[in-house]
Nanobody, 122 residues
Framework: QVQLVESGGGLVQPGGSLRLSCAAS????????MAWYRQAPGKQRELVAT???????DYPDSVKRRFTISRDNAKNTVYLQMNSLKPEDTAVYYC????????????????WGKGTLVTVSS
């Protein structure tokens, strides 16, 4: 089993910054892609950022040049640096990881964190 623990959410004023972290632990052979999603009240969950094991990144236009995803493979941790935050960034943020388990390194398993709330408001 794999556990994902997110941290770093909170209340921030418009224009402010926050840094989210998500640490994976448990039965892990290898972590492949890591990502952050968000879900605002009454809306569908949407992709915010992705990062491959080789550090390739991708972002939707809504957060490009404001958000930066990074990872530390030694710590099995993914980060999301969020700058110039806007009220529309208010949402629960979830990390998502694709893992090869030790029991079957060719198998790919997908895990979600429980989410951390980010509120952007004055």
């Amino acid at each position: 089993q794999v556990q994902l623990v997110e941290s770093g959410g909170g209340l921030v004023q418009p224009g402010g910054s926050l840094r989210l972290s998500c640490a994976a632990s448990g039965s892990i052979f290898r972590i492949n892609d890591m990502a952050w999603y968000r879900q605002a009240p009454g809306k569908q969950r949407e992709l915010v950022a992705t990062i491959t094991r080789d550090l390739g990144t991708d972002y939707p236009d809504s957060v490009k040049r404001r958000f930066t995803i990074s990872r530390d493979n030694a710590k099995n941790t993914v980060y999301l640096q969020m700058n110039s935050l806007k009220p529309e960034d208010t949402a629960v943020y979830y990390c998502n990881v694709a893992i090869n388990p030790p029991s079957d390194p060719l198998r790919l398993e997908n895990y979600w964190g429980k989410g951390t709330l980010v509120t952007v408001s004055s």
